[in-house]
Every structure is written in structure tokens, then in C-alpha cells.
């Protein structure tokens, strides 16, 4: 089939004329840049980290998290905006975000994780014009020279003038940078969002959101008076934030449980690196390249680079620990304990800081030694455990919800408070017994001797000496074998926790046994 001729005519249903040019698409407007007021009230509500108990908190492995919510001001012309919330927790979680107070305006939110810093300068100026600020060797005056950098990259800095191609330090003169910074740098974290208005708005939203790079601890000091039948119970809460991110005159509170959280973990906000000067003018090629430090990364202003032997620690260090005598109030929330600080406090960056949680004094408490022991024990003597206890309710001037924690107990000799044991204490609820372990007690020992051993049954005789100067209270714990239970026993045998125990009362300078018989299965 041959081609058609010139002129022939148009198929049916083609437009008469000449061509035309099919129209271009619309433009679409660029979204307005806006950025967000500070934020003019903030609630941190922090949750501790799964595996928090007692111990010493470590500012740089914080594994906890908080819910952050702050309200701020949109100044919004209608269409499409940007608006950059400035100053958010390093450790956001973007997912978790929610813009509340604009219904349903927002239509994308976006972590902005290039942080301002010399090496994030450098590397967003790469290619484009800069002034280099030079002495000339010859008058020492100051020379403005154009230039724009070539690589950044692991090799040093080189950059390029009307003097050549040359490595950052390598000339022996004073050098000096001026630039403007990159648009999409920011001089703190930032969360983006866009948001849709159709008409100009100003409108007050709440920004909420989870972060990570929080913690909390509680800590108690337990004063044992000196006749041993009372104690002082106080405790501190130490919060600590190891953000970049402050949030001052904060409303604060600490949730004490473990929370099911299931998540990925959060890349943190690139906070730049050293800016490599790498030249071997002198020395030799393997000498340490040196890094730098640049005084400052504002917009529009100078950066000047001193060479150091290495690089600065981008985060502040850990101030000392502020002090506050007031107390938290319990909540409830859910089974999980909330516990609010009565006042607004300064969840400042990478700092910790200390606010009472109670003060309990002449709290009743008993001295109890005892042993668990398992039926087929070794014989032997072995010192038996004390422990401190205490009730925890309204009658013994507690009856509040206690958190996990370390507790110091000091003893009152001739008034004087000696340290005599660090414990830890569990997550303790109202009416519950609290005990801290006094750890081993070489005045109270105690022996087990296997009298008859059978499959499904079986005899122990367990002696218990007291050398102290005073009757004890004894508990003895009985592990026997699944399914099996005491048939026969020469004290009464009770239960606890579903597990056997007798509870005795030993003379001072005195030894008593128990002997006791175990079969499994029923009869």
C-alpha cells in the first residue's frame, strides 16, 4: 500500500485548517511558604522505657518516648501552603503526627531531617557561587574572590577561583567562606505539613505527636529509725530529655506501666558531620587529615574554619540536675499511673532534672528472714535473706501507687543515717506488700536434710538457727514438684502465691526444725 498523495483528502471527521500546537498544561502555583508561630503551650507527657527498673539514667541511650502536643498560630492565605513547624523533638515519628483544629485541611506532612550545620552547608552549596574571603600574601589586605565549591566528599573540600583549583587549607592563608545558606536547611528540626484553605485563615492548631529520646526513673530513700519498727519513705522523679529540642514552661507528666508498642525504629535528624581539610603540603600522606570547626551557620553570614584535632560533639553536655521540692499528683489512666507535676517545668534539652514524688514518714514496717528452698536442697548451712516490709496503704501512711525503682535504705544509729543496703523496688500497686531485700544475714542460717526420696513423694528436714540477740519472724518457702502437695508437717503449713510456707517465730539464740512429708497426686 503505497503513501498518500499530497493534497488528498482528509479522512472523515478530521478538522479543516492548518495544525495547531496542542496547548500547554496549566502551571500549577508553587504551595506558599508559612511558617508556624512558636509554639505557645506545650504538654510532655513522658513514658519510660520497657525495661526501665533502677539504675542510673544515661542521657545519650535514652529508650523511652513522649507524647509532645503544642499549640501554635497558622497565618494562611488561601490555596496551598507549606507550613514548617520549626523546633519539634529530634526524635518525632512522623506517622504518629496530628494536626488538629483545621479539619480537614491538611493534605501531606513531611520530616525535614537536613538540619543547618557546616557539613549540610557545605554539601547544599556544591556547584553553586560563593565568595572566597582570602588575605593576600603580599599586602595582607582582605581579597573577595569568586568561587564555588567542586566536592565535598570524603577526600576534603576543593573548590575553584580565578586562582585555580585548589584543596580547602591548602594555601597556608587565613580562607573564609561567604554565602548564603540553602533553602532547605533549617537551623532546628522541623515537621512540614501541607495544608489546603480556600479562603486566607488564621486559625490556633494543636500539633501532637510521639517522639523518642525520652526518659524517666523513680528513686527512694528509706529511713529505718532506730528501734527498726518504723521508716521515712521519700522519693524523687529524675526526667530526662536527650533531644535537641527543649520545651520550656511545659505542662509535664510521667506515666508509669509498660506500654505495648509495637514500631520501627526513627532515623534522627542528620546533624552534620566534620568539614574535611585534607592537603599534605607538609608532612606526608599519612598524617591525620585535620577536621573543622566553623563559628557560625547563619544565613547570608561569614563562616570561618579553624582546623582542630577533632570534632566537636554536636549535642550540649548534660547539665546538672535541677532540684524541685514540689510533688506530683497521681491519676489514673487506664491501668497504667499517670503522674502530673503541679506546676509547669522546663523539659529542657539534654538535661535532666529531679521533682519530688512524695515524702511518707513513720510508715510501720517488720524485719522478716527466710529462706526458699527446694524439697531435694543440698544439705549445708546457707545464711537466710531479710527483707524490710511494709503495707502499702492509707492505715501505714502510704496507699499510693509506686513506681518501679532504686531505693537507698539507711539504718539510724545514734543518729546518725548509715547507708545499708541499695535495693530495688517493683511497680507497686495500692494494698499491695512492699519488701526490699536486705540481702543475706550470716546471724540467721538455715539447713535442709532429704529424709526420704521417692518418684512420687518424698520427706525434708530443714533446720533454722537464730545467733541474734532477739526473737525473728521466719518464713520458709517450700518449692516441691509439679503436682505435689504437703501431706504431713510438724508446724502448720500455709500458702502464698499458690506455693507452701510456714511462718515461725525463732527464739533468739535458738535452733527449731521443720519436717514436713510431700506426695504427688491425689490421696
Known sequence: MGLAAAGAAAPPGAAEGPLRPAAAPAEVPAPAEVLADAPSDLSVTVYRAPDRGSGSIDIDRLDGFALVSETRVLHLPAGESRVRFEGVADGIEPASAIVTGLHEGVVEKNRDAAVLSPSALMAATVGKPLVLLRSNPKTGRLERLPARILSDAEGGVVFESEQGIEGL?????????????????SAHPTLSA????????????????????????????????ADGKTMDLGAWVTLANGNGA????????????????????????????????????????????????????????????????APMPMAAALEAAAVDARRVEQEQLGDLKLYRLPERTNVASRQSKQVRLLDRSGIPIEMVYGADLPNDADPGWVPALKLLRAKND????????????????????????????????????????????????????????????AKDSGASRVEISNARAADIRFELRVRLPAGARITQSDHPAGTKNGRPIFRLTIPAHTAIAVRYEWRRGAG
Open 394 to 453: 492509707a492505715a501505714s501512711h502510704l496507699g499510693l501507687a509506686l513506681p518501679s525503682g532504686g531505693v537507698a535504705v539507711f539504718a539510724t544509729l545514734e543518729s546518725e543515717r548509715l547507708l545499708e543496703r541499695e535495693s530495688g523496688m517493683r511497680d507497686l500497686a495500692v494494698d499491695e506488700e512492699l519488701e526490699l531485700g536486705m540481702g543475706a544475714s550470716s546471724d540467721v542460717q538455715v539447713s535442709s536434710v532429704r529424709e526420704q526420696a
Open 246 to 309: 527543649g520545651f520550656p514552661a511545659a505542662r509535664t507528666q510521667v506515666v508509669a506501666g509498660r506500654v505495648n508498642r509495637v514500631s520501627g525504629e526513627v532515623e534522627p535528624f542528620d546533624v552534620g558531620g566534620p568539614v574535611l581539610a585534607r592537603c599534605w603540603r607538609r608532612g606526608s600522606t599519612s598524617d591525620a587529615a585535620g577536621y573543622l570547626q566553623f563559628a557560625g551557620a547563619a544565613q547570608g553570614a561569614s563562616l570561618k574554619a579553624r582546623a582542630v584535632a
Open 194 to 225: 501541607l495544608i489546603r484553605t480556600p479562603a486566607p485563615l488564621t486559625a490556633r492548631v494543636t500539633l501532637s505527636y510521639l517522639a523518642r529520646g525520652f526518659d524517666w526513673a523513680a528513686d527512694y530513700v528509706a529511713i529505718v529509725s
Open 169 to 185: 587549607r591548602c594555601s597556608g592563608l587565613s580562607e573564609t567562606f561567604s554565602f548564603t545558606a540553602a533553602g532547605v536547611l
